[in-house]
């Protein structure tokens, strides 16, 4: 991955609806050298989505928590699997350490993660969760 791509995924990250046009007089390429980067880069992986980000009600209402898991043995793949099922998973992330699995999970209610937590407890293998509910969002 070049300069050239390195600068398209920041202005994506920055605004993923801005014009292929505006960010190639950004980087310093056609439209077309743009256009075609973008879809390699999506054909390679590096980009596998474009997202957004809501604010205002729709975000106030929502509730949040991260869930540290601990499993032994820990199996990456059936761990993944069982994520699969939960669209309120944001993200998750493998770790060294004591910890195995992080997951930032983003509820619609208290009562929906706690839902969530029950059904992450009930996981084979698991042998510790720590839950950590999130007040405010600083950054």
Not at 4 to 9: E, L
Not at 34 to 41: A, E, G, S, T, Y
Not at 119 to 127: A, C, F, M, T
Request: hydrophobic share 40%; aromatic share 6%; net charge negative.
């Amino acid at each position: 991955m070049d300069k050239f791509d390195q600068g398209i995924i920041g202005l994506l990250k920055q605004n993923a609806r801005q014009s292929v046009a505006a960010i190639g007089n950004e980087v310093g390429l056609s439209r077309t050298a743009v256009n075609d980067r973008i879809r390699k880069l999506e054909d390679r992986g590096v980009i596998r989505g474009y997202t957004i980000e809501l604010g205002g009600d729709l975000q106030a209402n929502k509730v949040s928590a991260y869930f540290e898991l601990t499993f032994r043995p820990f199996d990456l793949q059936a761990v993944k699997q069982q994520f699969a099922g939960i669209p309120e998973i944001t993200q998750a992330h493998a770790l060294s350490g004591s910890t195995d699995v992080l997951l930032f999970v983003e509820a619609a209610s208290m009562e929906r993660l706690t839902r969530i937590r029950q059904q992450l407890s009930e996981l084979p293998d698991l042998e510790k969760i720590v839950t950590s509910t999130a007040f405010e969002q600083l950054i």
